[in-house]
């Protein structure tokens, strides 16, 4: 498949594509962003890549993260991850709190907020050093030593962290907080300003797409447990877009409110797509039609 | 009427009224009181006082707080403060966060936990020296200048704040919080921490039922507002119970889970009771009953 | 106290009120109505007679009529009516079904239209013919035999009944409708259709003011059920805006979409109000408005 | 592949299993069954066929049909019967009227009650005899003329119709009905009604993995619309418990509360178990886990 002309028709029809989405303000950090950027990089698990647009400047991953923190998690504790965050779509807004009352602290995924705050409880507990220990773990998965937190994102987060702080102190009432909150969410904040580019990211999610083992070959889950997180993320990585995504593009993957995507095909490829205007779901807007137009031309959707 | 004989026949009938509730759990200060006491105490209009059993012992009075600190906001502020809390019953427990997201951030009561939160946020705002000054205004009501703050019962309440913090928090991200969540909940934890006894429970609440002049005819609110005031305890004074108080009662009034109630007929009396067993809706079981006994003998109820 | 020349003024205010409330379209024949009719009738409990504008038309009872049906089945049945229908505000719309799926199939209160159509479920129970039967008991009330439904007004009801229909059908899955859902409806329907004035009203609630008795002296229900049913009519009666009238009006009432409101002052008055525009909340604007009117210039709530 | 002998070591490895699930009680006529029933089929896109135990026994099929009657609609329809069904997780029971009431009508996705209801009454606006034409679409794409309705459980869920009737009546109150309710409810009911066993449901669903045509290679859907309906099975089939399905399983699939189960992997298989015994969400505890025991042995899951 000729993927470097299938992504260059792509860019080519979505420049008459009319958005009406808007960059987030949740994050004063991230409002400051340019909005008409878009990048689009796809690695082939043969180990070809195939770039266009904004695909090498960095952004902030934000919610990409979470597939990574669980990942972690997952590997340090396995299973048992799974009584204190569940596996099923939420079907409400990714920082609700309603599903949280109604099902005593146990947050329904580890995408929404409250599952990714437990998630990153998790490894504040399992992790001697939280931050450092994290961000050793994206390098080694990428493969690439520059990856860092941009702080003044973190203290942006920090800065408006109120309904995060609501969500954690909730979880904690409910006694699904071992540490303490702020420390939590310190982590938690940082994580999300985690910044990569669209080559970073097919690169650190090819162990998603290869069985468990990264692009030079470190094994980090094993087949089933990747199959299992792919799962998650097809049903549950889009907030409450998730089944619009699977109905759309077929494949599971993960987005962050930076205009970051990720998808996978299983065994054949890793693509990350970057554009800053979020639908009204929080999702990207170009980066969501950009990868239905890519399984729509090459019939590669896992359905 | 012979008041203290009918708060004789009470307290003989509850003799042989099986409990089963139990003493509040949820901070670790107030599990430690001895779940058998009773006290019950009523002034009437004219100025005469029945006491009987407990009446004299002082208890940690809780949610009763919230009736005062409302009462000092609608003094300072008037009307506007409903512009930031309801007057509607929640139909929902007491510390739901449920409501409070779909409503966006605006309470529905002022006797919810999330209502009392932004009252203390304005009396945050509006007193120079806030714990001090509302305590002094208790003193004022009350006609008693050693009520005080247990500051052991502050600190259990903040050790254990995590659902209150979550609402501080989650009503901060609605943009319903001024002040910095944790001063608004170290003023609100000092409120509910305030030990009065029935008496002084009866004559700080006399200005409720003498068109809004104390005991001693300090003027503290207008009639007019005093009549609004009692109704709001009358629609949502008992969380999800309000109904059922109205229901068998018959009088405004505002529970505290330290097992205190007060009710009061405009224009007739005041009445304190003290129970610490609670029951499913966190109200003192004894004391609903004690009044239900109370209006059914004297036929005094507003209905 | 001069009835009349209160009546007189508060009349004169209303026409430099603006409205902003509109006539309900729910249902096709009531819609009709020239929404620009007014009318208030007082009759104290000496029996004297002050009555305004529009207050000998005739209009559409609708909802007022559930604290008829209430106190109907409240006479047969006792303290079991309890039973299947609680006594607590609902904090959520008047024709909802969340709060009913989150507290299996018992209504909140029978002000909300799921609590009257099991009230209306138990008069069909016991009342040999429902219909007729009512009808007379309303006759008897108001002492006055020519008040009918109107069927064109039950039929239209009936041809929009979907919601109605949902509820009937959503509590007999839960049990608590005993005879045949269509039945039920038939019979709520036609309790709303009734057609009375002002004057009318007035007579038919004089028992609730009068300690269970009728104008005319007969005894309807006891001084401590008439005490009952008025604590649920000051915290249910006006839907999810009940708070609001008891905080601003003070006494116990009920309101329908017909426009109507009857309000009471235990011992002192009954008072109805007729004026088609409803607020967003269903309650009628002008009646309202002319209620709070009222106990502003008497001083006389019950608080 | 061996696929029978794999068969044999799940069934074999089943016997050990210990169910603590419950024959469905909600229709009478379908508590009769006996619980110990187990059977599974299996039918390669190539089209061999592997069958084990009771395999060949018909069974109701019930909300197995909502993935046909949808796949019937769509082809009548395509893209716009999504604008009156969502394809959205619904994160609440299946027969839940809440996500409904907040959205207004509309419902999150096809296979949840609501969602089926609205479907079934596009089909009865399209089709000139609703139950016979859908008779008729089953029996071709299974191949098999004999398939009937089961007019007994038809019935049966009539009688116990009260919560589908609530929704249908919920629906239409939306305006998202276009037919008569009970016309509507009679047709779902009949749909599911119909009975199977895992061979003839294995035939039926067929075309979903082949791309849209059958085994006998009609074409009843294009490629993109099968890969689309199997996106919202992965997401949606199985209520609640959608997530937990794909996580563990990782097919699409949809089942019912007679116990079916049907599921396919994409251009290689379809698989259907019966097993009445249910889990609490409503899913056959056994055909579950008997189809995790398969994607573990085989490795082939679409993640």
Redesign the interface.
């Known amino acids: 498949m000729n993927y470097l002309k299938i992504l260059e028709e792509i860019t080519l029809e979505l420049k008459s594509y009319t958005t009406v989405g808007q960059v987030t303000n949740t994050i004063p950090e991230l409002a400051k962003i340019n909005p008409d950027k878009f990048g689009i990089h796809l690695t082939t698990i043969e180990g070809d890549d195939f770039g266009i647009g904004d695909s090498q400047e960095r952004f902030s991953i934000q919610s990409v993260s979470k597939a990574l923190t669980v990942a972690l998690a997952f590997s340090f504790l396995g299973e048992k991850i799974w009584k204190r965050v569940?596996?099923?779509?939420?079907?409400?807004a990714f920082n609700?709190?309603?599903?949280l009352?109604y099902e005593k602290g146990i947050p329904?995924?580890p995408f929404i907020n409250a599952g990714a705050i437990v998630i990153a409880d998790m490894l504040v507990s399992c992790l001697e050093n939280p931050k450092e220990d994290f961000l050793r773990f994206i390098r080694l998965i990428s493969g690439n030593p520059n990856i860092d937190f941009n702080l003044s994102v973190a203290q942006s987060e920090k800065d408006t962290?109120?309904?995060n702080?609501?969500?954690?102190?909730?979880l904690?009432?409910f006694g699904n907080i071992e540490n303490d909150?702020d420390e939590v969410l310190d982590f938690y904040f940082h994580q999300c300003s985690i910044e990569m580019n669209c080559v970073e990211l097919a690169n650190a999610f090819f162990f998603f797409a290869n069985e468990g083992k990264t692009r030079d070959g470190k094994s980090i889950l094993t087949?089933?447990q990747?199959?299992?997180l792919?799962?998650?993320m097809?049903?549950?990585g889009f907030y409450?877009?998730?089944?619009?995504f699977?109905?759309?593009v077929?494949l599971?993957g993960k987005s962050g409110i930076g205009g970051g995507i990720v998808a996978l095909y299983?065994k054949n490829f890793v693509v990350a797509t970057w554009s800053p205007k979020l639908n009204k779901k929080g999702n990207s807007e170009l980066g969501m039609h950009a990868l239905e137009l890519l399984t729509?031309k090459t019939?590669m959707?896992?359905?």
């Open positions: 569940g596996v099923e779509p939420s079907g409400t609700s709190l309603i599903q009352e329904r995924n962290r109120f309904r702080a609501a969500l954690g102190n909730f904690k009432s909150v087949t089933s990747v199959k299992r792919n799962a998650i097809q049903t549950c409450d877009e998730s089944g619009e699977t109905y759309k077929g599971p299983p729509t019939e959707s896992i359905f």
